[in-house]
């Protein structure tokens, strides 16, 4: 009896989710203002833009973008050069049927300069 309540215990030890880290968790590097200033500058690129869908994707990519990954203005270049409207989705699905799948577009971020 005294193993089963001791493997108990030690599996929901095993289980249980980790205390968050003061300042770690929960603080976003990208702020709100740089968030609306993204999506209005994709919005003045692309008019035909859900704007729904398109706060939720910039509000989800701000979310896990890290200082590593770039200065404010990068985030809002990248997700610039890397938002689809619908248009353009079914135009790569259009080109995917085409050329039988060998049509593949690029959506890395460029190097930077050293």
Sequence with gaps: MRKIIFL???VMTACSTPAKKG???????IGETVVK???DR?????????LQLLEKGVRHAASLWREEDGTAEEFAGF???NCQTQ???HQDQQLHGITGGEY??????PEKDS
Aim: hydrophobic share 45%; glycine share 8%.
């Design 87 to 89: 248009g353009s989705v």
């Design 23 to 29: 300042g770690e968790a929960g603080t976003a590097f």
């Design 42 to 50: 994709v919005v003045a690129e692309q008019p035909a833009a859900d």
């Design 8 to 10: 108990m215990a030690i």
């Design 37 to 39: 200033t993204t999506v």
């Design 79 to 81: 997700v610039s050069a």
């Design 104 to 109: 593949e577009r690029d959506h890395t971020r």
